[in-house]
């Protein structure tokens, strides 16, 4: 036999889908890790039709669980970003819509006994060491994806899965303001440099001679954009304390604007190397935080909440998220805990074959 068989469940969590794999199933060493995640995908190709990536970042995320000898949790779960047109992992940072998946993946995979009609899972994130309360419908004691929660993005509707995100604050950077300040300037741009869940360099649109309310695939068009708020974000991740960033997905780059809908505050989020179709839960969390904090990029295009927990609408490039933001403003502002509604949906299950050149298995 010239390849080597893994076990795994398909699942689209939230707005991305991939893989979920147990983590005792694949090698401990990351170098190798990489290189296994890189052919099960298909990584290097734009199809990745070697493999069962789906052409976009969105669908090239692999979820790795394990049960948790964390006291706090009960499922582990380690996220890795596989990279669409080049053979790269990036093991950094975590993903809040593929985590959508995770509960009933565990369930799934036998690591987690489902109890009673509703079964709350803890979750540590182990990439950040986030931790996360999820609660999914197990009516009679047994998973199921049907229900009538729909969010943007995500044709139809499903069960919903119920997110309370704790101890999102310095996530990956130790820090709120990883660089001190409410705002910087970075090559004539002013941003806010904010870590909740997820380290992000945010920006007015109108800065970059934007609307905000471009389309995903207009904005994607738009190369000179592209090339400029690179640059942007790699000195922002230099300024944030994170080194080199240029072949790191994070931080993210974000862009808000006066909301058009009846929403809060209008969004787009970047992955960072195309525009996220929809809106990434972390993301969703950080610039949620941006929005609610004074002083920010953000001033002066919304009418900010004061109390809380705070319900903040984000109206992104395929329609709108919500963000329940649990905050004190004692000493100065601090986000205690966010919530969103996501819902996921088993795809397939059964093995994925990568060739014994790259593993020979465990």
């Not at 990745?48 to 779960?77: E, F, H, R």
């Not at 380290?199 to 207009?218: K, N, R, W």
């Not at 604007?257 to 989020?269: E, H, M, N, Q, S």
Request: glycine share 12%; net charge negative; hydrophobic share 40%.
């Amino acid at each position: 036999m010239t390849q080597t068989a893994i076990p795994y469940v398909f699942m689209r969590g939230g707005t991305s889908r991939g893989p979920y794999f147990r983590r005792s199933d694949l090698p401990e060493d990351l170098d190798t890790l990489a290189k296994v995640l890189i052919a099960a995908l298909g990584a290097g190709q734009s199809l990745n039709i070697d493999g069962i990536g789906g052409g976009a970042a969105v669908t090239t995320k692999v979820a790795m669980l394990s049960v948790s000898k964390d006291n706090w949790a009960d499922i582990d779960y380690f996220f890795a970003q596989v990279a669409v047109e080049d053979k790269l992992v990036d093991f950094k940072p975590t993903c809040g819509n593929i985590l959508s998946g995770v509960a009933p993946a565990a369930i799934e995979m036998g690591l987690f006994e489902s109890q009673g009609d509703e079964t709350e899972i803890r979750i540590r994130a182990v990439n950040t060491g986030a931790r996360v309360v999820a609660r999914i419908q197990t009516p009679g004691g047994r998973l199921t994806y049907e229900g009538d929660t729909g969010i943007a993005g995500v044709p139809g509707q499903s069960a919903p899965v119920q997110l309370s995100f704790m101890g999102v604050v310095g996530s990956a950077t130790g820090a709120f303001l990883p660089t001190g300040n409410l705002r910087d300037t970075v090559q004539g741009i002013e941003l806010t440099c904010m870590d909740v869940a997820m380290p992000m360099a945010i920006a007015c649109a109108a800065d970059f001679g934007l609307t905000g309310y471009e389309s995903a695939e207009d904005l994607d068009a738009n190369r000179a954009f592209f090339d400029r708020m690179e640059a942007v974000r790699i000195e922002a991740g230099e300024r944030m304390g994170m080194g080199d960033v240029s072949k790191s997905v994070t931080p993210k780059f974000g862009l808000v604007a006066p909301a058009k809908v009846g929403g809060t505050l209008a969004v787009r989020y970047f992955m960072p190397w195309k525009t996220h179709p929809t809106m990434a839960v972390t993301g969703a969390q950080c610039m949620a935080s941006c929005a609610l904090t004074p002083g920010t990029v953000a001033d002066g295009l919304l009418d900010r909440p004061t109390t809380s927990p705070a319900e903040v609408i984000l109206e992104h490039a395929s329609g709108t998220i919500d963000v329940l933001v649990d905050f004190t403003t004692e000493n100065g502002f601090t986000v205690n805990a966010a919530g969103l509604v996501r819902t996921a949906r088993k795809l397939a299950d059964g093995h994925v074959y990568v060739p014994q050149s790259v593993w020979k298995g465990s």
